[in-house]
């Protein structure tokens, strides 16, 4: 055999690597609850006696009521978000298709095998609706994403502008340097996709004539011009975020109430540490940040907690609220079970098309 045969090193790395990430996204695939239940158990064995001793104590009922009608109502706030992105790239698109496979997203977040998110799945789903345009149809699901994460971190830093009794620790310094340059960046992001300017730059315009990817850019980029015709809608998009992530913090302060614990951050501190929590939860890949959230929680309690309180009764507490939010979480999720198990024949093609696109 010639040498020239043989397959170039780079190529070869480049297949071993991807044959590699394959077999991890397969064993993560049965991994990932495991280890998300593996830390809330850990967490609990950590704070066992201070848990039991909040669950013993009577509940507020009435908090857990107003969390649960936030955190709904937040959820379909999000639904409206993405709503407003595909409608202004002119696709045919009711509202309720968007709650419709804004529940299974949901859902598919905790149930769906392998390695792919809600998102993924919102954005197969609007996709094999489109008869064109597909690539476009699959970025909105980005952008809403990319939007819902801006607005978390300008939560952040509005809070930051609020005089609050924050502890003057590193570890705090880093989280606050992390939402001022989240929120600034996002920020600049944002303007820079909506200015016209951008989609006429030289190399941008070279962009769809690149070989393979060159007409899916293409799409992209018209999908980019429409938006940038109506900077009011992402603008508006962008605010039913912002509201979302408000009730759903505050959301989650009450439900921090419903447990009737002996000490909580108040809640402009939640407005402070939440965001950051929720982007920990993003990044840990475990269904739906179970465990990542929870512990994440419990960490800013015990960094928030005033000199008076013991550092074992703010984990325990922290631990306590995460896990009473996931409760009113999946409470609102199981109002997608509904959407998810009528449309099983629907799912199961887009969990074909998902899984191959994860590979």
């Known amino acids: 055999m010639s040498e020239s045969s043989e397959p170039h090193p780079t190529a070869k790395a480049a297949s071993h690597a991807t044959s590699l990430g394959q077999k991890l996204g397969h064993v993560w695939k049965w991994l990932k609850w495991p280890v ?5 158990v850990w967490m609990y064995l950590q704070n066992a006696a201070n848990i039991d001793k909040i669950l013993a104590t009577p509940k507020s009922w009435g908090f857990a009521v107003l969390a649960f009608v936030l955190i709904g109502g937040s959820t379909l706030l999000t639904f409206a978000r993405w709503y407003l992105l ?3 790239q002119g696709f045919s698109f009711q509202f309720r298709d968007a709650i419709r496979y804004g529940f299974i997203g949901l859902v598919a977040n905790y149930v769906a095998p392998g390695a792919v ?3 993924l799945f919102k954005g197969v789903l609007l996709a094999r609706d489109q008869s064109s345009r597909r690539v476009v149809a699959f970025a909105t699901v980005l952008l809403d994403r990319v939007l819902g994460m801006l607005a978390l971190f300008l939560v952040g830093a509005c809070t930051l502008l609020i005089p609050q009794g924050i502890p003057d620790n590193p570890q705090l310094k880093l989280v606050t340097l992390l939402i001022w340059c989240g929120a600034g ?9 909506l200015v016209p300017a951008t989609t006429h730059w030289g190399w941008v315009l070279r962009l769809p004539r690149l070989p393979v990817v060159g007409k899916a850019i293409g799409e992209l980029i018209v999908g980019v011009r429409l938006y940038q015709e109506k900077p009011r809608v992402v603008l508006a998009a962008l605010g039913l975020s912002l509201l979302g ?9 009450f439900c921090a109430l419903w447990m009737r614990q002996p000490w909580v951050p108040g809640l402009v501190e939640h407005f402070y540490f939440l965001p950051p929590t929720e982007l920990f939860a993003v990044l840990i890949p475990t269904p739906g940040g179970v465990g990542a959230l929870e512990e994440g ?3 800013f309690y015990g ?5 008076a309180v013991p550092q074992a009764d703010a984990l325990a507490a922290g631990a306590t609220a995460g896990i009473a939010y996931r409760v009113v979480a999946l409470s609102v999720a199981a109002l997608g079970a509904v959407y998810y198990f009528t449309s099983r024949r629907e ?9 191959h696109t994860a590979e």
């Open 245 to 253: 992530h408000a009730g759903l913090i505050t959301g989650f302060y």
């Open 86 to 88: 595909v409608i202004a």
């Open 185 to 193: 960046g996002g920020l600049l992001g944002l303007v820079v996709m």
């Open 117 to 119: 998110g809600g998102d």
């Open 347 to 355: 799912i199961s093609a887009a969990m074909a098309e998902t899984t």
């Open 297 to 299: 929680v419990s960490w």
């Open 303 to 307: 960094q928030l907690r005033p000199a």
């Open 36 to 40: 998300a239940i593996g830390i809330l």
